[in-house]
């Protein structure tokens, strides 16, 4: 059995990783995650979800997690920002501008206060609010002021990565340009990402690579699996995190996360017997 006693920091994206396909944590999460925390395991929910839909995803038990948001945009523990990477104005309103022209898709703008949407088709809107827990309609998105952007997310129901990545790909090297489902494309910062989110965290808090664990499904992980030296891909996961990631774990639905979670706990047990 792998010894996994010198895990300090545990990293795990949300949708097809840590949650099944209705969207639900493991019924266990919680004793295993209260376990965690008795080995003084930092958890850290890393996601392109909004900082508030993961806070209220978690209630109580997310009182001590460290929460990567917006993909790596926004990292926030016990209140306090640890890191705001937002956008500068010129560069939103040229990708709302350009978003605007690609047949199909819908625009979310991504603001530290709340998440920002012009259209209300239902198919859309049922997006929105399944990983946007404060928002607001407005008439026109380069109207919007008083907030800082963090990500512009688009919902694209013909498919991102053949749809609206293509239109987008151009600029990455300027920006990050993420496919982070296969409805959504995330237009950030170019420093935003969940790696050097999860880099913050591990200086913020004196945690190695060798000392971390993450896990991840789709292409907005990568980095992360590239600053983890405990890299697990989902076997549901993208062919390129399978590539990046060291380990592999059951698929979300058979809750590989919370697999590979038991292993750690069975190794802190393993040492506490024998010392």
């Keep these: 059995m792998t010894n996994f006693t010198g895990i300090r920091l545990i990293a795990a994206d949300m949708d097809g990783t840590l949650l ?19 080995q003084h395991i930092l958890f850290a929910p890393a996601s392109g979800r909004q900082l508030y839909n993961l806070q209220n995803k978690f209630g109580d038990t997310g009182d001590d997690m460290v929460f990567i948001a917006e993909n790596g945009s926004h990292v926030q523990y016990k209140g306090r920002d640890i890191l ?6 010129d560069k939103v309103k040229m990708l709302v501008t350009m978003a605007r022209n690609v047949p199909g898709v819908y625009i979310i703008l991504c603001g530290k206060k709340q998440a920002y949407v012009e259209s209300t088709v239902p198919e859309f809107m049922q997006n929105v609010e399944m990983y946007y827990d404060r928002r607001m309609i407005v008439e026109d998105l380069l109207k919007v002021e008083d907030d800082e952007f963090l990500k512009i997310a688009i919902c694209d129901l013909n498919g991102s990565e053949i749809n609206s990545y293509p239109a987008f790909r151009h600029l990455e090297g300027e ?8 409805i959504w494309l995330d237009l950030s910062h170019q420093l935003a990402n969940k790696g050097r989110a999860l880099q913050v965290v591990q200086r913020e808090f004196n945690i190695s690579p060798e000392q971390t664990m993450a896990f991840g499904d789709y292409l907005n992980d990568v980095e992360m699996m590239q600053q983890a030296y405990y890299s697990y891909a989902m076997s549901n996961a993208h062919p390129s995190v399978k ?6 774990t059951k698929s979300n639905e058979e809750n590989g996360v919370g697999e590979v979670l038991d292993q750690v706990l069975e190794s802190f047990h393993a040492r506490q017997i024998i010392s």
């Design 243 to 248: 590539e990046v990631a060291r380990f592999a």
């Design 20 to 38: 099944n396909s209705r969207h639900e944590l493991n019924n266990n999460f919680h004793t295993v995650y209260g376990k965690l925390k008795a």
């Design 175 to 182: 920006l990050q340009v993420k496919v982070s489902g296969k």
């Design 84 to 89: 705001v990477q937002s956008l500068p104005p």
